[in-house]
């Protein structure tokens, strides 16, 4: 089917899933320019606390369900969910939910080149 319009990538997302086996976080990049990077994740246990000191992110759940921390929040988060990270905000998914993994496009600002993840823990055993 021809992409209509000023796309430069069209996928679906509901069909995308891991080409790999993985123990609990699978990451695939779908795009990304100066200003923004995309990625999909997968996650079947968790994510460990952590923080972006110079990126936002926000988090839409395909698929799936989650307790997720935000700063000094804890909430279900679940497919069609909508959450904005700002930077700085320490965040973890510490449950995942049901035998499916939580499935996320995560779209981070400006380009994320993975260097940015600063996880809470390590930083509280420096000290």
């Known amino acids: 089917m021809p992409i209509v319009g000023s796309a430069q990538h069209f996928q679906h997302l509901s069909s995308l899933s891991p080409e ?40 839409y759940v395909l698929e799936g369900e989650g307790m997720m921390s935000l700063g000094n929040d804890l909430f279900l988060i679940k497919t069609g969910d909508y959450v904005f990270i700002p930077k700085g905000t320490p965040h ?27 996880f809470v823990q390590e930083l509280e055993s420096e000290k």
């Open 92 to 118: 973890s998914i510490t449950q995942v939910m049901g035998d499916l993994p939580l499935k996320v496009l995560s779209i981070q600002a400006p380009l994320f080149d993975g260097s940015d993840r600063i």
């Open 20 to 59: 790999v086996d993985y123990e609990n976080i699978h990451v695939v990049k779908l795009d990304g320019d100066s200003l923004q990077t995309s990625f999909a994740i997968w996650i079947k246990k968790g994510v460990k606390e952590h923080f972006h000191a110079d990126h936002s992110e926000s988090i």
